[in-house]
């Protein structure tokens, strides 16, 4: 029998989510069963899956020790040079401005993650963090039993900008809700091929994912399987010479690909992209990806723990934008 007791950051989520994350051996079936004959129990009463745990609980597992793997220790995370360049950091929430070519979590190359916490590749941004929290003594995996650091938003392994990474579980409960609820902006910089056909506009349109080639395609009309995108724009600068322009785009959706696919589906591809547009070109010139940043987000209004961030707005720094060479004249804000 192994008891666990309840600690801040186990607190809030139900039995279910914690047992499966305290206890990695645990089949989802084998969990349910266990549940449902008295063999888990919260305060040495029975319990229901659904039920919220709170701090102080004592959740009792009376389950074969083979289950339970040993705790991670935090010797390794305490000996890794971390490489990370933080825009922003306070006690519940860390935003690192992530360099192109680097994922955020292990996964494929789009930094699709492979859970919560999994840091399993050493060359990924969570990580990094973790160690850097490791190695100030905010965090230590072998006291915590269901929570690592996490990040709140990923961007794709070629694309740079900010992430935003939770400290502890009420943090992460609520940046997830406010990205949710649309309640932290965040504005792109990106280079398109072209002139604009207006300097500032909104697009709406469909959107369908080719999963088996991993791209997207833009629609005018809805289809099966197809997902509203809304995609705004505003021209910052025009290179005549090359015929780039500079453009800053806010998300009013956030769907696979959307900036890439849908500038290129107007006539204007990224600079630099090969999966919209062919960028043979764009290669001799060192540009061997997409020419995009995610680079100022803004925290709106919300009541919660981080209301004390509520019109705060983070920017990147101008010599991180690589692509900004190309707009000598352009002054970033």
């Known amino acids: 029998m192994r008891e666990f007791i309840i600690n801040k950051n186990d607190a809030g989520q139900r039995l279910d989510k914690f047992v499966l994350k305290a206890v990695k051996g645990m089949p989802v079936s084998l969990m349910y069963k266990a549940i449902r004959l008295k063999k888990i129990k919260v305060n040495r009463k029975r319990a229901e899956q659904k039920q919220v745990l709170a701090e102080g609980d004592i959740v009792q597992m009376f389950l074969s020790e083979d289950l339970f793997s040993e705790r991670v220790t935090d010797n390794e995370l305490l000996t890794v040079k971390t490489d990370l360049n933080i825009v922003y950091e306070d006690e519940n929430v860390l935003v690192c401005d992530k360099a192109p070519g680097i994922l955020v979590h292990s996964g494929d190359g789009d ?179 997409q020419a995009l940043y995610s680079y100022k987000l803004t925290f709106e209004n919300a009541e919660d723990s981080l209301s004390y961030l509520n019109g705060k707005t983070l920017t990147v720094k101008r ?3 690589y692509f900004l060479r190309e707009f000598k004249d352009f002054v970033l804000k």
């Open 111 to 289: 930094g699709k993650t492979s859970g919560d916490g999994d840091v399993g590749d050493r060359n990924t941004l969570i990580y990094h963090i973790q160690a850097y929290l490791a190695q100030k003594g905010e965090y230590n995996p072998a006291k915590e039993q269901s929570f690592a650091p996490a990040l709140c938003n990923r961007i794709d392994r070629n694309t740079g900008g900010m992430v935003i990474a939770a400290k502890n579980a009420q943090a992460l409960r609520d940046v997830n809700e406010r990205i949710k609820n649309n309640q932290i902006t965040k504005k792109y910089l990106c280079v398109v091929h072209g002139a604009l056909p207006q300097k500032s506009d909104t697009l709406r349109d469909f959107l369908i994912k080719d999963s088996k080639n991993n791209r997207v395609r833009v629609l005018k009309n809805r289809a099966q399987g197809a997902k509203e995108i809304v995609t705004g724009y505003t021209l910052l600068s025009h290179n005549k010479e090359r015929n780039l322009s500079l453009v800053e785009v806010q998300l009013f959706t956030g769907r696979t690909h959307q900036i890439r696919a849908h500038m290129a589906s107007i006539g204007n591809p990224l600079l630099g992209d090969g999966k919209y547009a062919k960028n043979g070109d764009d290669r001799q010139l060192g540009y061997k990806h």
């Open 319 to 321: 010599s991180s934008v």
